[in-house]
């Protein structure tokens, strides 16, 4: 059974730092590409930063790069997101996405999500 499990959110002040973890199992997680979604309230959801399966490539929406850092530990079947000098528009629930593709087939896979509040 697929399973991505968010943990790492809460409500920290503006400037503050958090780290998100989505552990994995279920399937090769190496052979994923790995990405953190984020969806505000009354907006859609969005790409914040992604990985290749290989951590050789990252991408970031511009809004974070500087900010936030996204990582993984194939060993640990875990992708992780550092979030950095907090802004209140961060706020958002955050979601786990794994995502493998090949010739007329793909698997997508989503967490439930984790809760980031920015405020003083």
């Known amino acids: 059974q697929v399973q991505l499990v968010e943990s790492g959110g809460g409500l920290v002040q503006p400037g503050g730092s958090l780290r998100l973890s989505c552990a994995a199992s279920g399937f090769t997680f190496s052979r994923y590409a790995m990405s953190w979604y984020r969806q505000a309230p009354g907006k859609e959801r969005e790409l914040v930063a992604g990985i290749s399966s290989t951590g050789g490539s990252t991408n970031y929406v511009d809004s974070v790069k500087g900010r936030f850092t996204i990582s993984r530990d194939n060993a640990k079947n875990t992708v992780y997101l550092q979030m950095n000098s907090l802004k209140p528009e961060d706020t958002a629930v955050y979601y786990c996405?794994?995502?493998?593709?090949?010739?007329?087939?793909?698997?997508?896979?989503w967490g439930q999500g984790t809760q980031v509040t920015i405020s003083s």
């Open positions: 996405n794994a995502k493998t593709v090949g010739v007329g087939w793909a698997h997508n896979y």
